[in-house]
């Protein structure tokens, strides 16, 4: 279990962190969603003892975790973090990279194990190549290499899905979801976009201007969010106001035959995904409103919003 206590981080007179407290239980997968500036990649590192604090303690199953100035090599073998550093040795080969991660196997388990990674990440056809040699995003997929082959107890995640495709993103998930499942790894993920966490992340936290200010089911942050902002952290939200009142609602967020508000509109245009069709229409008020459906919508002239998944009380 991560535990953080009251921590807060400073650079000069800026303040990073502010206070924050928060529990992470072992077996949690935990999506930190937030725009740029707003101090996720220094939670994550403050967490995984890459950062020193300014006040405040963080505890690994009640061990107190200390930071780079008080520790001859920053980190813990059990808490290893991914992030835009990649921390690699650059003129190792990409194999030699994740071989020296896995040094304590037999090795019959460990050249399994280099091939598992490497396999996973696509990597197995540049084994023999020079990590300084490769791109940004092989790099990238290397430090994740690198990481997994650590079997860590804890894996800090620093927007690990940016330079990767929509196939592999997704391969990449399926792999963690079933490192979670068959050995509790507890895994952290920091991502301005939220939408690429959804279906990987059991528990989201909204941090802004160093502090939570949400902590929810992914799908009572998607479906309830507190405001616009939070709203499009997690991908298209509609705004329209009714009666004085202002509603957000999702795309999906519509029945064409029921209830309480007729909204008329007007069909703009549509953009066909593969997967689904975005509807583009303007209502009377002018306000702009998607709608997703399976197919164009060009003819349609009305909708009623129907909310999904009301918040627990």
Not at 14 to 37: F, N, P, W, Y
Not at 161 to 182: G, K, S
Not at 184 to 201: K, R
Not at 275 to 303: A, P, W
């Amino acid at each position: 279990m991560l535990k953080l206590d009251e921590v807060s981080l400073k650079f000069g007179e800026k303040q990073i962190l502010d206070a924050v407290s928060l529990t992470i239980k072992s077996g949690e997968i935990v999506g930190v969603i937030g725009k740029s500036g707003m101090g996720k990649t220094s939670l994550l590192k403050a967490i995984s003892a890459h950062l020193d604090v300014s006040s405040g303690l963080i505890f690994f199953n009640d061990q107190k975790l200390i930071g780079p100035t008080e520790k001859l090599i920053a980190g813990y073998e059990e808490l290893q973090l991914v992030n835009q550093d990649f921390a690699l040795d650059p003129f190792h080969t990409v194999e030699e990279n994740v071989r020296e991660k896995v040094l304590h196997l037999p090795q019959k388990e460990r050249a399994l194990l280099i091939d598992e990674v490497l396999e996973l990440v696509e990597l197995s056809d540049l084994r023999t190549q020079k990590a300084h040699l490769l791109s940004g995003g092989e790099q990238q997929r290397l430090s994740m290499a690198r990481a997994l082959a650590c079997e860590p107890a804890v894996l800090f995640l620093d927007e690990p899905f940016v330079h990767l495709d929509q196939a592999l993103r997704f391969r990449i998930m399926h792999y963690l979801l079933r490192l979670n499942a068959l050995r509790n790894t507890t895994i952290v993920i920091v991502s301005h976009d939220g939408t690429e966490l959804m279906g990987l992340v059991n528990r989201m936290l909204h941090l802004e201007n160093g502090k939570i200010v949400r902590d929810a089911s992914p799908s009572e942050m998607f479906y309830r969010p507190d405001s616009l902002t939070q709203a499009e952290l997690l991908g298209t939200m509609n705004k329209i106001s009714l009666g004085g009142k202002e509603h957000l609602f999702r795309p999906n967020e519509y029945s064409m035959t029921e209830g309480s508000t007729k909204i008329e509109l007007k069909f703009v245009s549509a953009i066909d995904t593969g997967l689904i069709v975005l509807n583009y229409f303007e209502s009377k008020d002018g306000s702009k409103i998607v709608l997703s459906s399976d197919r164009e919508m060009n003819e349609t002239t009305h909708f009623y919003i129907q909310k999904r998944n009301e918040r627990q009380p």
